[in-house]
């Protein structure tokens, strides 16, 4: 298991998925819905923060770091999609293997007014089977995950995607 969660960690450190100006990879899924791992993670101002607690709403999980240019992209989109869609969803970026000062310093810059996370163990990158970044989760309001993405998002069709999710 110990050899496992250091390959996994390789892949992680060896960088992006994809560059800006490719396209999204087709590593996108409909999953067969399995609860999502619980975990307690801390924002960069230290607020704990449980996945478990966020229940009865849809969550998106966001893996992402600030070197990753695909993942840095993707923050506007995010970025406005959590606003949109504030009363249905909790957005919420996990970003691996940075500081908090770092990662409230990007948060500033870039005006983002969704939930970070920082700081994950290498059990929770694991168990979300985070291979490359950045990649996007959604979870049901009962705790499923139901669909993820390996690679970054794309706008139009990501918020198609959230509507056909809730109302299926």
Same mark, same amino acid.
């Given at each position: *298991?110990? *050899?496992? *969660?250091?390959?996994?960690?390789?892949?992680?450190?060896?960088?992006?998925?994809?560059?800006?100006?490719?396209?999204?990879?087709?590593?996108?899924?409909?999953?067969?819905?399995?609860?999502?791992?619980?975990?307690?993670?801390?924002?960069?101002?230290?607020?704990?923060?449980?996945?478990? %607690? %966020?229940?009865?709403?849809?969550?998106?999980?966001?893996?992402?770091?600030?070197?990753?240019?695909?993942?840095?992209?993707? *923050?506007?989109?995010?970025?406005?999609?959590?606003?949109?869609?504030?009363?249905?969803?909790?957005?919420?970026?996990?970003?691996? #293997?940075?500081?908090?000062?770092?990662?409230?310093?990007?948060?500033? %810059?870039h005006q983002l007014g969704f939930r970070l996370l920082v700081d994950p163990p290498d059990s929770l990158l694991v168990d979300y089977?985070?291979?490359?970044?950045?990649?996007?989760?959604?979870?049901?309001?009962?705790?499923?995950?139901?669909? #993820? %993405?390996?690679?970054?998002?794309?706008?139009?069709?990501?918020?198609?995607?959230?509507?056909?999710?809730?109302?299926?």
């Open positions: *298991m110990r *050899m496992f *969660m250091i390959a996994a960690l390789v892949v992680v450190l060896a960088g992006c998925v994809g560059r800006v100006d490719s396209p999204a990879p087709d590593a996108i899924s409909e999953e067969e819905p399995f609860s999502a791992p619980d975990f307690s993670l801390a924002d960069p101002e230290g607020t704990p923060v449980r996945l478990s %607690q %966020q229940r009865g709403r849809w969550v998106i999980l966001n893996f992402w770091a600030t070197w990753c240019a695909p993942c840095v992209a993707e *923050m506007p989109l995010l970025a406005a999609l959590a606003a949109e869609r504030a009363e249905t969803h909790i957005l919420i970026g996990i970003n691996v #293997r940075e500081g908090r000062a770092a990662v409230a310093r990007f948060a500033e %810059q089977s985070v291979i490359g970044l950045p990649q996007t989760l959604v979870i049901s309001p009962e705790g499923e995950i139901i669909w #993820r %993405q390996f690679g970054p998002v794309d706008g139009e069709s990501f918020g198609t995607l959230l509507d056909s999710l809730i109302s299926g």
